[in-house]
């Protein structure tokens, strides 16, 4: 109810019936929607529906490809891959050779991101998804840049990330597969070895985080996200898995540091969004709680919980005729979710009082 607080100044006197019956109708609307659980994968993260893995699954998938100039089509040699899972989590790096070929094996079903750097040229980024199948012949062009180097100054991949032996790679490898399959307790042995078999692994540190995380040992968490970023400071899953965990913690100052530097690193980032969204929303800052879901949902429109959030950020501004247009959406996207019936009973009740007193006392 904290919402209530910070309504506008009363409505004029023809309105007084209609404000009662919406505080009622919100009121419970904003109870209803704040119980709502998430299934965590990362901390605080739900799992994205893109993520395909079923227990005992073999990962056997991987992506092949080559690159050439875009002016001529001849292929590009020394070119830098680099290969990031839906989390941001480096999943590893190849460079070109006279052929300008790649190639990444062993993967599991997901979504992921390749990114494409070359001295003289424009960086490319592709998203991708694997299924059912893996991914051949792909072919990407890369042109000409008139400036060298990336204009945020963050580099695309750090000295920790090439140094890394097979061995501590492949045991990062065995945690991610045993924390896809929520084995978070098996996956914690996998990343431990990893990171006594290479110390400076910042990203194996980051999701030995998220596995603490998810059993609940949230002062161990907060440590590995921390050696993480002291071995990579612009590591965007330790700065967006650090802020969460503060969120949670109510630490909203410290949270506010970090998920504001994680989206500096990644300003399209749909996860990054819903975090400082639900900070905002602790908060009571409902303008920037819609300012950020708004944005999220623009990006990612899959996730229930970030509409949830933008319903009651407008009711929480008493933005009615927006907030029945987001309960719409919400129910066309998820008829069959469970909190799809009370949002329903809740816009019909809403729009009967409208109705009921006049739209005219109500404003957009």
């Not at 005729?321 to 816009?347: G, Y």
């Amino acid at each position: 109810m904290l919402w209530l607080s910070r309504l506008r100044p009363p409505l004029p006197s023809t309105g007084s019936k209609l404000r009662t019956s919406i505080r009622e109708i919100l009121g419970l609307l904003t109870l209803v929607f704040l119980g709502v659980s998430l299934l965590a994968q990362d901390p605080g993260m739900p799992k994205p529906p893109e993520t395909i893995w079923s227990p005992g699954r073999p990962a056997l998938l991987g992506v092949e490809g080559r690159v050439v100039y875009r002016m001529d089509g001849v292929n590009l040699s020394g070119v830098l891959v680099s290969l990031t899972d839906f989390r941001g989590v480096l999943r590893g790096t190849y460079y070109t050779r006279e052929g300008g070929a790649f190639a990444f094996t062993n993967l599991g079903p997901g979504r992921y991101t390749l990114t494409f750097s070359l001295q003289g040229f424009t960086e490319e980024n592709q998203t991708l998804e694997l299924i059912f199948s893996s991914l051949r012949g792909i072919v990407v062009a890369l042109s000409p840049s008139e400036k060298v180097g990336s204009s945020s100054g963050v580099p695309l991949t750090p000295v920790w990330a090439l140094q890394v032996p097979p061995k501590a790679r492949k045991e990062f490898e065995k945690g991610l597969a045993s924390l896809e399959r929520d084995e978070s307790k098996q996956s914690l042995r996998h990343f431990q070895e990893a990171i006594r078999l290479y110390p400076q692994y910042a990203a194996a540190y980051s999701v030995l985080a998220a596995a603490q995380t998810n059993l609940r040992d949230s002062v161990a968490a907060r440590e590995s996200y921390e050696r993480a970023l002291e071995i990579d400071h612009n590591l965007f899953a330790a700065c967006l898995g650090l802020g969460t965990l503060y969120v949670e913690e109510k630490r909203y100052q410290e949270a506010e540091k970090y998920l504001l530097r994680a989206r500096m690193l990644r300003p399209d980032d749909w996860k990054v969004l819903y975090q400082l969204g639900e900070m905002y929303r602790d908060l009571g800052d409902w303008p920037r709680t819609e300012e950020a879901v708004r944005r999220g949902i623009a990006l990612y429109e899959k996730l229930p919980r970030m509409h949830i959030l933008l319903i009651n950020s407008l009711a929480g501004q008493e933005k009615l005729p927006h907030a029945l247009v987001a309960m719409e959406d919400f129910l066309r996207l998820f008829p069959t979710h469970a909190a799809a019936s009370q949002v329903r009973q809740k816009r019909d009740q809403l729009k009967a009082e409208i109705q009921k007193h006049g739209a005219a006392t109500v404003k957009p």
